[in-house]
């Protein structure tokens, strides 16, 4: 993270911060009489197809809770029909919610009015979608600053700010250009400096990049964790792509049939799935890509007390390998000054191996 912004680091969210959204008991149904769902505890406990046979509604969301904590990237996965974009509507209220909170810095916005909406709306979270939803016949920096000129800006203060946003997200020299001169890529960036012109709390990603070449996809991933690491913002991001979930989340909720399946760092999702369905869900990942010296250290000796290289346990397995291997003895895991445990050559080769997956 830049040096001039406080952010937790990556996978390292401090659960003791007042998160900046907190969800409780989240429900989306669609169909007659929806509302009764949640407070069913017969309807509730439905199966999805049971439900549409006995009260011909869908419940998209079912009872999701959940923490955003500030500068986090949270990523929210799942298949298709999943919920999961029900779900990032709902906490913008662009789908209103069935039942439930949705707490915004200590806001309940499910109780906010057409006017305080519009507000939260247009100060306090972006969202960028996989459509870009550009204006045709505008140019970048018109595009740009198009928020704040509904906020009621005047054009100079647009131009300036339109300007900074335009230079980081890597487009300057292109304010002038319309849409249909820039390639997709350039233009989900035009769609991104939009969304920060504001100076957003929060940004809702909606699947923003499955519509673009893969080259182009990770270039944009990549992005994403720059500006992430320049401006701070806390981001919730919506995929179908465990890939892309791994690279980008401090935390990743998965998603299955409009339920929580499981919520934890990467590493957590892939070194103690909570399920089968987890468990196949992530049975492709290179774990030495994802684990940390944490999963894999053991107890230490007293013959592995002596001076010698030491990790810390966030220390992911694949950045560890050459200093495990190149060592004469195993490598400590210590933090904040105490040993917690050490990792040697059997421990890094298991893992790289491949011979521990699915344990």
Known sequence: MST????????????????????????????????????????????????????????????????????EVFVVMGLSGSGKSTLVRCLTRLIEPTAGEVVFEGEDILRADKKRLRELRRRKFSMVFQHFGLLPYRTVVDNVGYGLEIRGAGRAERIRRA?????????????????????????????????????????????????????????MQNEVIRLHRQVGKTMVFITHDLSEALKLGDRILLMRDGNVVQAGTGDELVGAPADDYVRDFVQDVPRADVLTLRWIMRPSRDADQLDGPQLGPGVIVRDAVRTVLAADRPVRVVENGELLGVVGHEEVLNIVAGTQAGA
């Open 4 to 71: 001039d912004t406080a952010v937790q680091p990556r996978g390292q969210v401090n659960d003791r911060q007042t998160p900046v959204i907190s969800v409780r008991n989240l429900w989306k149904v669609f169909g007659p009489n929806a509302e009764r769902v949640p407070s069913s505890t017969e309807l509730a406990g439905l199966s999805r197809r049971e439900l549409r046979e006995r009260a011909r509604c869908t419940a998209a969301v079912r009872e999701v809770s959940f923490d955003v904590a500030p500068g």
């Open 163 to 219: 300007t900074e946003v335009i230079e980081l997200v890597g487009l300057d020299g292109y304010e002038q250009a319309y849409p249909d001169q820039l390639s997709g890529g350039m233009q989900q960036r035009v769609g991104l400096a939009r969304a920060l012109a504001g100076d957003p709390d929060v940004l809702f990603f909606d699947e923003p990049f499955s519509a673009l070449d893969p080259l182009i996809r990770r270039d």
